[in-house]
T-cell receptor, first 113, second 115 residues
């Protein structure tokens, strides 16, 4: 079975704080892809990153960074120096052999001034 | 990046009427399109997968006679909510993939309110 778990339902931080959003996945596939999406209040899904199962290199993009650890089946997302505009719901998702994107429950991030 | 356009972005309809939502891939051929439903403060739940030219595959618990999906061309899929009821009010969002690519591109979503 494929499953994505985002244990943090809501996180509240003050601007400039760093925040890490956790994602743990389950799959029996040897080849799979992991994604992070941002969903602002307007509703559209904003693609943030895709990582394939063979690439465990961490990635940094501006204030965003991702830590992929196959040993613990985790793909965590860190926002450094958070800003109010980062407030949104963030989804982690898994794309495996069934040609489906399986979403986690999402983490609602609120960044306060 | 690739663009997927979903229309309308919001719609209000009366109970018992049908509503059609369109999902278009603007700059690539979408061999597979997906339809999701999202209730407030919940995750996206896959409703069905449609491949161009064939019948859609519905997820367990999704009524195929109520949610009609048509994927007649490589750039267009439609979701028709038939005989809509207030409990069908939700956010519907489509995504599209092209053959051999695992990255799905999402439409802007449609907020349906049935009154």
């Amino acid at each position: 079975a494929q499953k994505v778990t985002q244990a943090q339902t809501e996180i509240s931080v003050v601007e400039k704080e760093d925040v890490t959003l956790d994602c743990v996945y389950e799959t029996r596939d040897t080849t799979y892809y992991l994604f992070w999406y941002k969903q602002p209040p307007s509703g559209e899904l904003v693609f943030l990153i895709r990582r394939n199962s063979f690439d465990e290199q961490n990635e940094i993009s501006g204030r965003y960074s991702w830590n992929f650890q196959k040993s613990t089946s985790s793909f965590n997302f860190t926002i450094t120096a958070s800003q109010v505009v980062d407030s949104a719901v963030y989804f982690c998702a898994l794309h495996g052999g069934y040609n489906k994107l399986i979403f986690g429950a999402g983490t609602r991030l609120a960044v306060h001034p | 990046g690739a663009v997927v356009s979903q229309h309308p972005s919001w719609v209000i309809c009366k109970s018992g009427t049908s509503v059609k939502i369109e999902c278009r891939s603007l700059d690539f051929q979408a061999t597979t399109m997906f339809w999701y439903r999202q209730f407030p403060k919940q995750s996206l739940m896959l409703m069905a997968t449609s491949n161009e030219g064939s019948k859609a595959t519905y997820e367990q618990g999704v009524e195929k006679d109520k949610f009609l999906i048509n994927h007649a061309s490589l750039t267009l899929s439609t979701l028709t909510v038939t005989s809509a009821h207030p409990e069908d009010s939700s956010f519907y969002i489509c995504s599209a993939e092209s053959l051999g690519h695992t990255e799905a591109f999402f439409g802007q979503g449609t907020r349906l309110t049935v009154v």
